[in-house]
C-alpha cells in the first residue's frame, strides 16, 4: 500500500514558530514531526510516501533529501493549493489503482499500521473508506462520528458546543480505488475532502479506533501538551 501525506498547509495558528518554519517540519522532542509519520508508515507496510509541498518548501526538500527513507519519498509540489482531495486526484497514477492512505500530516500520532490496513481490509461490504479515529479530551474542537451498529460513520458532528460523544475524525483514511472516481467525477482539479468527499460516503465509511495516541498540534497549546505527553 501506498501513503499520501498532505503537508503543504501554512500552518497559521503556531506563528510566530510558523513563520520560519513549515509545520510538518515543526520539532517534538527535537524531532520534525514528519519524521515521526515517516519512521511510524515505511517500515510497516507502507511501500513508499507522496509528499506535497507548498509552503516553505525548501526546508522540506532538504529534509526530505537528508533523511534514510528518501528512496521511498517522492515529493511534489503544489504552487497554489489543490485542496486535500485535488491533491489526490492530481496524483492519482502514484497509487496505481489500488487502496492508499491518506494522513493530515499535521497530527502527532501513533498506532499499529499493519492493523489499521488489515480494518480495511476486512471492511464490511460496500464500504469504500476506512477512516481512523481517537477519543479526544476535547470533543468540541473536532469533528466527533456518529456510528451506527456495524461501525459506519452515519453523521458528522464538527466542532459544535455539545457534541454526542468523544469519538472523533482523527484526519487519517484508507481510500478504495472508487473514491478517487468519484472525485474526478466532480470535474475540477481543486477538492475538498472534509466537505466534499467524506459527506457523500456517509453509511460508506468504516472505522477503526486508535487506541494508542493521537493529537493535532496545531495551536501553541496542543504542540505544548503534545511535548509533555508524547513518548516513544
Known sequence: MRALLLAGGMGTRLRP????VPKCLVPIHGRP???YWLDLLLPSG???VLINTHYL???VRGYVAASPWCSRITLVHEESLLGTGGTVLANADFFANDSFMVAHADNLTCFSVSD???AHESRPQ???ITMMTFLTDVPQSCGIVELDGAGLVQAFHEKMPHPPGNQANAAVYIFAPEVVTFM???GKPVVDLSTEVIPHFLGRITTWLNTDYHRDIGTPGSLAMAEAEFVQ
Open 57 to 59: 518548501p525548501d526546508q
Open 46 to 48: 507502507i511501500e513508499c
Open 184 to 186: 474526478r467525477g466532480l
Open 33 to 35: 514531526l514528519l519524521e
Open 17 to 20: 514558530l510558523t513563520n520560519r
Open 126 to 128: 460496500g464500504a469504500a
Open 116 to 118: 489499521f490496513i488489515k
